[in-house]
């Protein structure tokens, strides 16, 4: 295994928030890496109308296609692979450990993001692959004003994602696939405030039709269609690269960041989803911009 000259910066994972970081770093002449393992979760967006400057929407890959391009402009490349580990030296630098190499850094940024918990519905998944499975109403809630729309749930926080939701429409169906076992009084009752409908029980399958409305059929024999279904199961954080070093995490499961974007440990910066429930590009990107500002102001002098 190969082990490289000392780098400025290696960043983990090349979605919006590492490929912003690269771009930055490559304009403070900064000798960076950009290591990724193709998983990024932008690549399911189908569309997105929220990003600035592009009204007429992006899809997820389009803009990584577009952040790339400009990455390369600036000099710098995107390297597939995957990182096992990282290690702290003795020197108060960090070996990051992939399969092929060992590259020395002063400093590492995580942009490892996170990944959506899916039920495990039969057509579940043929239907995120037709774009039509959402996880983020922030980023596209308007886009179903006035539609119906259905969000399947099986703890507290589906309650609160369909309370957020009711706001782009009044014809809201919450999907427990729990039967219950989180429902309490309390949770009963801000439904009820909010006029959200409750469906209960086991999802047998769900399918599409050619006008793209999505079915869900119940072990029951009914059924129900909605123009968008929102999945609010939660995501599972990609942090172990962090915590193995002892990065601290919050009750959700996101690395701490100070405002500068590094964690507790001295050199080790995070970006993007990994920090925050928000899940939004702009705030990844913006993010990035702040944590490659700061490794470059570390770094001066060198």
Same mark, same amino acid.
């Given at each position: $295994?190969?082990?490289?000259? /000392? ?7 090349? %979605? !919006? ?16 890496? &950009?290591?990724?393992? %193709?998983?990024?979760?932008? /690549? ?10 592009? %009204? @007429? ?23 597939? +692979?995957?990182?096992?580990?990282? @290690? ?7 070996? *990051? ?15 490892? +993001? *996170? *990944? ?13 692959? @037709? ?5 983020? !109403? ?47 009084? *309390?949770? $009963? ?24 409305? &999505?079915?869900?059929? $119940?072990?029951?024999? /009914? @059924? ?20 193995? $070093?002892?990065?601290?995490?919050? !009750? ?6 100070? !405002? ?43």
């Amino acid at each position: $295994m190969e082990e490289s000259a /000392t780098l400025d910066c290696v960043i983990i994972g090349a %979605g !919006p928030a590492g490929l912003a970081a690269g771009i930055n770093l490559q304009r403070f002449l900064r000798d960076i890496r &950009i290591i990724d393992a %193709g998983a990024s979760r932008a /690549t399911l967006i189908p569309r997105t109308f929220n990003y600035p400057g592009f %009204g @007429e929407g992006i899809s997820g890959n389009a803009l990584l296609e577009q952040l790339r391009a400009q990455l390369q402009a600036n000099g710098g490349w995107v390297m597939p +692979g995957r990182v096992a580990r990282i @290690e702290r030296t003795e020197d108060d630098l960090f070996n *990051v450990v992939t399969e092929s190499e060992i590259l020395r850094s002063r400093t590492v940024l995580l942009a490892t +993001g *996170v *990944v959506d918990v899916d039920p495990e519905i039969e057509g579940f998944q043929a239907v995120k692959q @037709e774009g039509l499975i959402h996880y983020c !109403p922030i980023c596209d809630g308007f886009e179903f004003t006035n539609e119906r729309i259905g969000v399947i749930a099986r703890e507290e926080h589906g309650v609160d994602e369909a309370i957020f939701i009711k706001r782009f429409s009044a014809d809201l169906t919450l999907i427990d696939i729990e039967d219950g076992a989180y429902l309490n009084k *309390v949770s $009963m009752e801000r439904l009820a405030h909010s006029d959200i409908a409750l469906v209960q029980g086991k999802v047998s399958a769900m399918y599409t039709d050619e006008s793209k409305r &999505i079915h869900l059929r $119940m072990d029951d024999g /009914t @059924e129900h269609s909605f123009a968008a279904i929102y999945c609010a199961l939660g995501t599972e954080v990609r942090s172990e690269l962090g915590t193995n $070093m002892g990065a601290l995490r919050n !009750p959700q499961g996101y690395l701490v960041v100070n !405002p500068h974007m590094q964690t507790g440990i001295e050199g080790l910066y995070a970006a993007g989803d990994i920090t925050n429930h928000l899940s939004q590009i702009t705030v990844a990107t913006g993010q990035a911009s702040i944590a490659a500002t700061a490794i470059h102001n570390r770094l001066q002098g060198r």
